[in-house]
């Protein structure tokens, strides 16, 4: 069993920067691909990015990708995302997920455990 909890959170204007944290309990997390997901309020969660067990691959969807980055350090049981040049489009609650089987299931959405979500709100 794995739990996670996001922080990191908040309300800024566009073209600021917010860095979400997710921290996961238990001995495993190096076992568990990791990623963000995100959902807009009336819109499905849709993926955001992903990172690999060992950290050595990342991914982002297209919306996102030059502006955010993440990273994960094993050693603390955390993933990080960076969020550059927000925008009001990024505004959703930002969902931290974990998989054990691999990072392309993860994108998929096919997840083991889900966070219980932190708001990112940009206003223009």
């Known amino acids: 069993q794995v739990q996670l909890v996001e922080s990191g959170g908040g309300s800024v204007q566009t073209g600021e920067s917010l860095r979400l944290s997710c921290a996961a309990s238990?001995?495993?997390?190096?076992?568990?691909?990791m990623g963000w997901f995100r959902q807009a309020p009336g819109k499905e969660r849709e993926f955001v990015s992903s990172?690999?067990?060992?950290?050595?691959?990342?991914y982002y969807a297209d919306s996102v990708k030059g502006r955010f980055s993440i990273w994960r350090d094993n050693a603390k049981n955390t993933v990080t995302l960076q969020m550059n040049s927000l925008k009001p489009e990024d505004t959703a609650v930002y969902y931290c997920?974990?998989?054990?089987?691999?990072?392309?299931?993860?994108?998929?959405?096919?997840?083991?455990?889900w966070g219980q979500g932190t708001q990112v709100t940009v206003s223009s």
């Open positions: 990172i690999s067990k060992n950290g050595g691959s990342m």
């Open positions: 238990g001995r495993t997390f190096g076992r568990y691909a």
């Open positions: 997920a974990a998989d054990l089987t691999s990072e392309i299931r993860l994108r998929q959405g096919l997840v083991n455990y």
